[in-house]
C-alpha cells in the first residue's frame, strides 16, 4: 500500500525539499496551498502534475491554516498516514509588525489540524509532525540548547510556537495521537526566502557584484546562529514519524556562526575580501581587494553593506546553537551539507541569476531585483 501524505506548507522552503522526498519514497503526498493574487508554486512547480492526468501521486488543494472547515474537508478527503505542518507565517521580523495573524496561524493553525485528526477519528491512524524552532529558545538559558533547555520565547512568533508546541505534546498525552515535535534550528538552501538573512547576503551581495544594486542594508549582524541545509532537516522530519514511540528532537549542526561571517563567507564566495569599519549602526563593509571575475561591477573601495537600524528587532535572539545528541543517537541522524557548501550552493545560484539579470538589462529590458528587503 503506498503511504499517503499531507504537507501544509508545501509551496515553502521545507515543503518543496519535503514533497520531492516523500514522492521518491513512493508517497502520494498532497500539499496545501494558498490562494495569492499571483502564482506561489515556484519551489514545487517542477514537480507538478497536470490535473487532467489519472493516478497523480502529488495533488495540491487549495486551503489556509486560518479555516478549520476547510482542513477537516482536505485530511477527511486525503486520509492522511502522515501530517507535517509546515505551514506557518514564519518570518521573525514581520510577526512583530502581524502578531495577531502570526498567532491564529502558527499557534490556533496547529490546533486545528489536531482537531481535524480527533473529529475524523483518525487518532489511531494519522501521524502528526510540528515544525517546531529553536526561536522557542530565544532568550537562551542553556549552551548548547537541547531538549530539555528551558524555552524563553522573544517575538510572536516564537510565542505562537510554544502554543503549538505544548498543544502537540498535549494531544499526544491526553489522546494518544501519535505527534512529534522537530524543534529545528536555522536551515537553508537556494530555496530559502529571500527576506531571511543568509538569502539576503547571497542574492544581495551577487546583485551589487553583477551591477544589479548598490548596497546591502543589514540588521544585527553580531547575531549567532546555528545554520544547516535544509536537505538535511526534510530527512529528519520524516524520521521522526517513523520510530515507534513519538518524541520530540532538537535538530542542528551543533556549530555556529555571526552573520558578520556568512556576510564574509558569500563575500569570498564571489572573489571578495571585505573591510568591516565602524561599530554597531556606523558599521559598513567595503571591497578590500577583487579575485576572478565574479564581480565586473565592482572596485576596491565599494560599500557594499552598511547597518540600518530598521532591521533590528524590539527583542533579538542574540545566540542559537543546538545539541542534536539525541536526534544523532537514537535517529543516526548525520548532517551531510556542510555550510562551506551551503554558501557555495546559495551564491552559485544567485549569481547565476544576478547574471541573466544584467544580461537583460545590458541589451535594454527592464529588470527588477526586488526592492523589499
Ligand atoms: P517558508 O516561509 O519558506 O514557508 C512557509 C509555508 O507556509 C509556505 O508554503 C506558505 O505559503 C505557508 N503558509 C503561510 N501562511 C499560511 C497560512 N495561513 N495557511 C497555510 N499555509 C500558509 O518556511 P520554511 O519552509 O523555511 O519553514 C517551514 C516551517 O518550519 C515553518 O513553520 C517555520 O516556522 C518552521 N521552521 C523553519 C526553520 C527554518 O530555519 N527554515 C527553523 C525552524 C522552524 P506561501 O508560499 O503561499 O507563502
Ligand atoms: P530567524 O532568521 O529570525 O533566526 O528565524 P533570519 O534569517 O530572519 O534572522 C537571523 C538573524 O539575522 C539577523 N539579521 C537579519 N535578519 C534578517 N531577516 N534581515 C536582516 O537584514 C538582518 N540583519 C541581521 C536577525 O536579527 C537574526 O538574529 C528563522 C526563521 O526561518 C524561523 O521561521 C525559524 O523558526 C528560525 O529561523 C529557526
Redesign the pocket.
Known sequence: MQKVALITGVTGQDGSYLAEFLLAKGYIVHGLKRRASSLNTERVDHIYQDPHIDNRNFVLHYGDLSDSSNLIRIVQQTQPDEIYNLG?Q????VSFESPEYTADVDALGTLRILEAIRILGLEKKTRFYQ?S???LYGLVQEIPQKETTPFYPR?P??VA?MYAYWITVNYREAYGIYACNGI?????SERR?E??????ITRGLSNIAQGLDQCL?????D?L?DWGHAKDYVRMQWMMLQQNQPEDFVIATGVQYS?REFIQKSATQLGLTLEFIGEGASEYAQVASIEGDKAPALKVGDVVVRI?PR???PT???T?LGDPTKAKAKLGWIPEITLDQMVEEMVANDLDQARQSALLKEHGYKVSVGLE?
Open positions: 506557518a514564519s518570518h521573525v521580523a515544525a524552532t529553536s526561536e517575538s512568533y516564537a510556537k529545528l534550528f536555522n536551515h537553508e526566502g527576506t531571511f538573512v543568509t538569502r539576503k542594508y543589514m540588521g544585527n549582524i547575531a546562529r552573520v540600518d532591521y533590528y528587532r533579538e535572539v542574540e542559537l528587503r
